[in-house]
């Protein structure tokens, strides 16, 4: 069965710390990868995507992210945060064409000056 | 582009009363799905169409019909309201064989 599995339902960061958001999946085909995020009412941007090649994926925003396979995760870094980036974070899985992406919960992100 | 659009932003309903939620987008995207968002539960696919005149089911489609006439909308109609769909509704789009969806702004409806 397709799952997306993101254990922090929020974590609180301070100004300029380094952040690491995780993400573990469960999907029978080759896994298309995806960072999402949600600022407060808003829609979901996509930060980044992991489709094939370099396990170590840039974004944007200075977020990046690295696909482990053999650990099944997918989590998303930044060395520095800033209080912009306050907002709920979304992993994502799919297959190549497929109809539907699976989604985790999402982690909420909290940044304290 | 103006991209994704939805409309209304926010609707309140009661029990029973229908109504269409609107999805657009000007990128001449093929495929079109309905998400709802609910809290800790992430985001789940309701319905999708891979072009005009094609529609199929998603994970959570009772309650929801949609029907896709042109290749910029796809609307999402309630028949009849119920509570448990009280939700923020999202509609995207992406290229047929892309795997980019973009994202509207959302649709929070609350049903009384």
């Known amino acids: 069965a397709q799952s997306v599995t993101q254990p922090d339902i929020h974590i609180t960061v301070s100004e300029g710390a380094s952040l690491e958001l995780r993400c573990n999946y469960s999907?029978?085909?080759?896994?298309?990868l995806f960072w999402y995020v949600q600022s407060p009412g808003q829609g979901l941007q996509l930060l980044l995507k992991?489709?094939?090649?370099?396990?170590l994926v840039q974004g944007i925003k200075g977020f990046e992210a690295e696909f482990k396979r053999s650990q099944s995760s997918f989590n998303l870094r930044k060395p520095s945060v800033h209080w912009s980036d306050a907002a709920e974070y979304f992993c994502?899985?799919?297959?190549?064409?497929?109809?539907?992406?699976?989604f985790g919960t999402g982690t909420r992100l909290t940044v304290i000056p | 582009n103006a991209g994704v659009t939805q409309t209304p932003k926010f609707q309140v309903l009661k029990t029973g009363q229908s109504m269409t939620l609107q999805c657009a987008q000007d990128?001449?995207?093929?495929?079109m799905s309905w998400y709802r968002q609910d809290p800790g539960m992430g985001l789940r696919l309701i319905h999708y169409?891979?072009?005009?005149?094609?529609?199929d089911q998603g994970e959570v489609p009772n309650g929801y019909n949609v029907s896709r006439s042109t290749t910029e909308d796809f609307p999402l109609r309630l028949l009849s309201a119920a509570p448990s769909q009280t939700s923020v509704y999202f509609c995207?789009?992406?290229?047929?064989?892309?795997?980019?969806?973009?994202f509207g702004p959302g649709t929070r409806l609350t049903v009384l």
């Open positions: 169409s891979v072009g005009a005149g094609i529609t």
């Open positions: 992991y489709f094939s090649g370099d396990t």
């Open positions: 995207a789009s992406r290229l047929q064989g892309a795997n980019e969806q973009f």
């Open positions: 994502a899985v799919g297959a190549r064409g497929a109809n539907n992406l699976f």
């Open positions: 999907y029978g085909a080759t896994p298309y």
């Open positions: 990128m001449n995207h093929e495929y």
